[in-house]
């Protein structure tokens, strides 16, 4: 059981066994609770056309702004292996659109949170949407 976040973990993980990977075989799952406490998941999902996969974080936030919601309290990414699976650079640039300075990112193992961040730390000095007047 994981000591940090158990209930996103499990969400997180629960959903990484449905990742379509035929060509990576790298499962990622993602679990993100909004600050309104509503939980949504997600799960990497490649194409034979590579460009067209998509990544866990990407799944995750898309169910989340399609019901609606806009802010991400945490979201935490579990991946399998030994090496910390932290956000690739859009699933960060996805993230900080629906995060403050407050938004917590755990990074996961099988066993448990490894790591956690701010995004501010994942991406400094970041574009968004007070950039464009929002
Ligand atoms: N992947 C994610 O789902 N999230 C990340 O932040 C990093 C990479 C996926 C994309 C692809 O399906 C597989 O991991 C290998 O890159």
Redesign the pocket.
Known sequence: MAEIEPELHAAAVAVQANAH?PY?N?H?GAAIRTRSGRVFTGC?V?NAAYPE?V???GGAISQMAAAGERLIDTIL?VCDGEALGT??GG?RQKIREFSDADTVIHVAGPEGVRASYTIAELLPDSFGPEHLGH
Do not use: I
Request: with cysteine; hydrophobic share 35%; charged share 15%.
């Open positions: 990977v990576s790298f990622v990497n490649e996969g990544c866990a974080e990414v956000p690739c699933c």
